[in-house]
C-alpha cells in the first residue's frame, strides 16, 4: 500500500509535536506530499533537527501507509467523514489561513463549507437582549441563503444554530473536542440537530475530549470559513473577541452589535468598537448590504393579522424589553383586556414572557 496525500495529511495531524508552524516549514522544503514523505523516510537531518528527536522518531515509526489507512478506516467506520487539504471538498477560503488545519473530520453535509458563511459568535451567558437579537439577525441572515456558523458552546452559539435551523437555513458548529466527545455534553441533542440539517466539524480525533487550548483554537476555524464575523456580545475576557481576532487577522470583514454601556456582557464588544477594529450594526440588514447579498422578505405566519394594538406592542418591544405596566401605559387599554391580548399574543408566538418582562419573539 503506498502513501496518498490524505494519508500524509492525516499523518501530519495525528503526531504530537507536529503543529501548523513546523507543518509549514516541512511543506516549504517539499511542497509534494509524497516527496517530504520519502525525505522523511530517509532520515533527513532537517526534519530530525526541526522536531527534536523524539518527535522525529514517533512520527517516523507512525508513517506507515498500512496503519496510517487501518486508523483512518476506524474513524470512517464511526460514521465520520475525513477531508484534508488535498481534497477537492476542503474549503479554499480555510486553505488561505496559515493554520489551515490538516484535517477536518465532520458529520453532515460537508458541500456547506463551500457556500457563502457568516459567524455568528457571543458569550456564554447573554442577556435577554443578547438572545432576542442573536435570534432576530440570524432569522434574517439565514432567509437570505447564507449558513450561519458559530462554535455550539452555551449562550450565543447555541442560540444562532438553533435559530438557522428553525428558519429553515443551514448551520456548521465547528467543536473544539472530539465528534464522538461532544462538549459541553447536555448539547449532544443539540449536536444531533445540527448533524442533521447542518454540519458537525471538528480538526481532534472523534473521542478527544477536549483542553484548555482547544476551543480557543478552533475558533480560527470559526471565522475562517466565514466571509465575516458577527460578535453579539462579549466582556473584556470573552472566547468571542479571540473569533474577532482572528478575523481580523484572516482579513474578514468583523461586525459588531453595540450594547449597553453599563453591562459587562458588552465591554468587549464596545472596546473593538472604540478602536475601530469594526463595523458597528444595530440590522442583520446591514451585514447583507456589505456583503452585497440582497435581502430576502421572510415569509409571512399564514393566519396572523396584527391589529393596531399588537402593532403597537410590538414596536414597543422592538426597541426594549418591557413589563406589564409600561405596556399598559402605553397602549390604554383596560387591565382585562392587555392581559386577555398579551395571552394571545404569546400563543401566537409573537411575544415572549420571562418573569415580569415581555419580549418580542
Given at each position: 500500500?503506498?502513501?496518498?496525500?490524505?494519508?500524509?495529511?492525516?499523518?501530519?495531524?495525528?503526531?504530537?509535536?507536529?503543529?501548523?508552524?513546523?507543518?509549514?516549514?516541512?511543506?516549504?522544503?517539499?511542497?509534494?506530499?509524497?516527496?517530504?514523505?520519502?525525505?522523511?523516510?530517509?532520515?533527513?537531518?532537517?526534519?530530525?533537527?526541526?522536531?527534536?528527536?523524539?518527535?522525529?522518531?514517533?512520527?517516523?515509526?507512525?508513517?506507515?501507509?498500512?496503519?496510517?489507512?487501518?486508523e483512518?478506516?476506524?474513524?470512517?467506520?464511526?460514521?465520520?467523514?475525513?477531508?484534508?487539504?488535498?481534497?477537492?471538498?476542503?474549503?479554499?477560503?480555510?486553505?488561505?489561513?496559515?493554520?489551515?488545519?490538516s484535517?477536518?473530520?465532520?458529520?453532515?453535509?460537508?458541500?456547506?463549507?463551500?457556500?457563502?458563511c457568516?459567524?455568528?459568535?457571543?458569550?456564554?451567558?447573554?442577556?435577554?437582549?443578547?438572545?432576542?437579537i442573536?435570534?432576530?439577525?440570524?432569522?434574517?441572515?439565514?432567509?437570505?441563503?447564507?449558513t450561519?456558523?458559530?462554535?455550539?458552546?452555551?449562550?450565543?452559539?447555541?442560540?444562532?444554530?438553533?435559530?438557522?435551523?428553525?428558519?429553515?437555513?443551514?448551520?456548521?458548529?465547528?467543536?473544539?473536542?472530539?465528534?464522538?466527545?461532544?462538549?459541553?455534553?447536555?448539547?449532544?441533542?443539540?449536536?444531533?440537530?445540527?448533524?442533521?440539517?447542518?454540519?458537525?466539524?471538528?480538526?481532534?480525533?472523534?473521542?478527544?475530549?477536549?483542553a484548555?487550548?482547544?476551543?480557543?483554537?478552533?475558533?480560527?476555524?470559526?471565522?475562517?470559513?466565514?466571509?465575516?464575523?458577527?460578535?453579539?456580545?462579549?466582556?473584556?475576557?470573552?472566547?468571542?473577541?479571540?473569533?474577532?481576532?482572528?478575523?481580523?487577522?484572516?482579513?474578514?470583514?468583523?461586525?459588531?452589535?453595540?450594547?449597553?454601556?453599563d453591562?459587562?456582557?458588552?465591554?468587549?464588544?464596545?472596546?473593538?468598537?472604540?478602536?475601530?477594529?469594526?463595523?458597528?450594526?444595530?440590522?442583520?440588514?446591514?451585514?447583507?448590504?456589505?456583503?452585497?447579498?440582497?435581502?430576502?422578505?421572510?415569509?409571512?405566519?399564514?393566519g396572523?393579522?396584527?391589529?393596531?394594538?399588537?402593532?403597537?406592542?410590538?414596536?414597543?418591544?422592538?426597541?426594549?424589553?418591557?413589563?406589564?405596566?409600561?405596556?399598559?401605559?402605553?397602549?390604554?387599554?383596560?387591565?382585562?383586556?392587555?392581559?386577555?391580548?398579551?395571552?394571545?399574543?404569546?400563543?401566537?408566538?409573537?411575544?415572549?414572557?420571562?418573569?415580569?418582562?415581555?419580549?418580542?419573539?
Amino acid at each position: 500500500m503506498r502513501l496518498t496525500d490524505e494519508l500524509i495529511y492525516f499523518w501530519l495531524s495525528t503526531v504530537d509535536g507536529i503543529g501548523s508552524k513546523k507543518r509549514n516549514l516541512m511543506l516549504e522544503k517539499h511542497p509534494e506530499l509524497t516527496a517530504l514523505a520519502a525525505d522523511f523516510n530517509a532520515g533527513a537531518a532537517f526534519y530530525s533537527k526541526l522536531l527534536g528527536a523524539d518527535v522525529y522518531n514517533r512520527a517516523r515509526h507512525a508513517l506507515d501507509a498500512a496503519y496510517l489507512d487501518k486508523e483512518l478506516r476506524a474513524i470512517t467506520d464511526l460514521g465520520i467523514g475525513i477531508i484534508t487539504p488535498s481534497s477537492d471538498s476542503y474549503p479554499a477560503q480555510l486553505k488561505e489561513i496559515y493554520d489551515y488545519p490538516s484535517v477536518l473530520y465532520y458529520i453532515g453535509d460537508p458541500g456547506l463549507m463551500k457556500t457563502r458563511c457568516v459567524s455568528v459568535v457571543g458569550t456564554r451567558k447573554p442577556s435577554a437582549y443578547g438572545e432576542r437579537i442573536t435570534k432576530k439577525f440570524v432569522d434574517t441572515l439565514s432567509h437570505s441563503g447564507l449558513t450561519v456558523v458559530s462554535g455550539l458552546a452555551t449562550g450565543i452559539d447555541a442560540y444562532a444554530h438553533l435559530q438557522a435551523l428553525e428558519s429553515g437555513g443551514k448551520t456548521i458548529a465547528v467543536l473544539g473536542s472530539g465528534l464522538k466527545r461532544i462538549t459541553p455534553a447536555n448539547h449532544s441533542a443539540l449536536a444531533a440537530k445540527v448533524a442533521d440539517g447542518g454540519l458537525l466539524l471538528s480538526e481532534y480525533e472523534p473521542y478527544f475530549a477536549g483542553a484548555g487550548y482547544s476551543f480557543p483554537q478552533r475558533n480560527r476555524i470559526i471565522s475562517g470559513l466565514s466571509e465575516a464575523v458577527l460578535v453579539i456580545e462579549a466582556g473584556e475576557k470573552s472566547g468571542a473577541l479571540i473569533t474577532a481576532e482572528c478575523a481580523l487577522e484572516q482579513n474578514r470583514q468583523l461586525f459588531v452589535l453595540p450594547g449597553n454601556a453599563d453591562s459587562a456582557m458588552s465591554q468587549g464588544t464596545l472596546n473593538l468598537i472604540r478602536k475601530g477594529q469594526c463595523a458597528m450594526v444595530h440590522k442583520a440588514e446591514h451585514i447583507l448590504e456589505d456583503l452585497n447579498i440582497a435581502v430576502t422578505p421572510k415569509y409571512k405566519v399564514s393566519g396572523i393579522q396584527f391589529d393596531f394594538t399588537e402593532a403597537k406592542i410590538l414596536d414597543l418591544l422592538e426597541a426594549s424589553e418591557l413589563n406589564y405596566d409600561r405596556i399598559l401605559e402605553a397602549v390604554e387599554l383596560p387591565v382585562n383586556d392587555l392581559s386577555n391580548l398579551l395571552m394571545l399574543m404569546e400563543l401566537k408566538g409573537l411575544v415572549i414572557k420571562r418573569g415580569n418582562l415581555f419580549y418580542k419573539a
